[in-house]
């Protein structure tokens, strides 16, 4: 069975960091499609950082860009989400997504699995 579990979230200032952490089991998650979403209330969910399967390539939505960085190690079968230099804008539910290959980590409909979530709430 398929989980995803999501740590790391809570509240910080402007500007301040956080790392995000998606422990995966019951796959080697090396061999998918692994991503992370947000969700702000009242808004639709949205693609921020991702990891092509089988490759080095990543994407990060433009908002995200030079302040995000999306990780992966292997032993741990654990993805990160190194969250730098954070706005309110950015407060949002992080969501953890898996997919099976071939698939677009951009695109949620590509992604089987979910994490529950982790709330991230940035003060200004």
């Known amino acids: 069975q398929v989980q995803l579990v999501e740590s790391g979230g809570g509240s910080v200032q402007a500007g301040g960091s956080l790392r995000l952490s998606c422990a995966a089991s019951?796959?080697?998650?090396?061999?998918?499609?692994m991503g992370w979403f947000r969700q702000a209330p009242g808004k639709e969910r949205e693609a921020v950082a991702g990891?092509?399967?089988?490759?080095?390539?990543?994407y990060y939505a433009d908002s995200v860009k030079g302040r995000f960085t999306i990780s992966q190690d292997n032993a741990k079968n654990t993805l990160y989400l190194q969250m730098n230099g954070l706005k309110p804008e950015d407060t949002a539910t992080y969501y953890c997504?898996?997919?099976?290959?071939?698939?677009?980590?951009?695109?949620?409909?590509?992604?089987?699995?979910w994490g529950k979530g982790t709330l991230v709430t940035i003060s200004s």
């Open positions: 990891i092509y399967t089988g490759s080095s390539s990543t």
């Open positions: 997504a898996a997919g099976h290959p071939p698939c677009d980590p951009t695109r949620s409909y590509d992604m089987g699995y």
């Open positions: 019951g796959y080697t998650h090396s061999s998918y499609c």
